[in-house]
């Protein structure tokens, strides 16, 4: 089966702009959550969705922020870009979730 | 709060030698642990998943243990192979509202020398 989808691969921005990202999950799961990967951070939290409902959310400011649609799909969205958002954006989906998760290859987005 | 942590960053063995990748955590409720494989600029791939009533999983030439009372789990590689270079994620899982989420690990970068 296909595994979790992430669009675009790579995107350059410029500060101040604003970027959505794109994840279709794997058939069937129903949750998607997002994690942002930068090499002083490592992996951290940003949000889970869960049946279109927003389950946990990470502490990140309110410039970010996500949705998920009836089809499970999800997307993120991070307005007024600041260089220090420049990261590797990791999808995951699962369900249940018991069964563990599986990642997407990742957006690369790199803020100029 | 749930910290996860990796020691060492980094790892450098020749080819065909059994090694052990430790992760330890702080909060001993967890749900689940799984392992991770991240290489150079990709997503990360499931190794292992480890269910918080499971002692060990094995997969291959890799075992992964818990022991939820000292907060630890380990990583085995038998016989190591140059394509096992890579970075090794742990992550814990919760069980409800803000910790039902993975909590990461560093990470710990493997070199394995031909």
């Known amino acids: 089966k296909a595994g979790v989808t992430q669009t675009p691969r790579y995107l350059i921005k410029t500060r101040g702009q604003q970027v959505t990202l794109s994840c279709s999950p794997i058939?069937?799961?129903?949750?998607v959550s997002w994690y942002q990967q930068t090499p002083g951070q490592g992996l951290q939290f940003l949000f889970e969705?869960?049946?279109?409902?927003?389950?946990n959310k990470g502490n990140f400011p309110g410039r970010f922020s996500g949705r998920q649609f009836s089809n499970s799909r999800s997307e993120m969205n991070v307005s007024t870009l600041e260089l220090g958002d420049s990261a590797l954006y990791l999808c995951?989906?699962?369900?249940?979730?018991?069964?563990?998760?599986?990642f997407g290859s990742g957006t690369r987005l790199t803020v100029v | 709060k749930q910290e996860v942590t990796q020691i060492p960053a980094a790892l450098s063995v020749p080819e065909g030698e059994n090694l052990v990748l430790n992760c330890s955590f702080t909060d001993s409720a967890i749900y689940n642990l799984q392992w991770f494989r991240q290489d150079p600029g990709k997503g990360l791939t499931s190794l292992l998943l480890?269910?918080?009533?499971?002692r060990e999983q094995t997969s291959g030439r890799l075992n992964a243990s818990l022991d939820k009372s000292s907060g630890r789990s380990t990583l085995y590689i038998a016989a190591s192979q140059p394509g096992d270079s890579a970075t090794y994620l742990c992550?814990?899982?919760?069980?409800?509202?803000?910790?039902?989420?993975?909590?990461f690990g560093k990470g710990i970068t493997l070199s394995v020398r031909p």
């Open positions: 995951a989906s699962s369900f249940p979730d018991s069964y563990g998760y599986t």
């Open positions: 058939s069937g799961h129903r949750s």
């Open positions: 969705y869960f049946s279109e409902t927003q389950r």
């Open positions: 480890i269910q918080s009533s499971q």
């Open positions: 992550a814990v899982r919760g069980y409800t509202g803000a910790n039902s989420k993975l909590t």
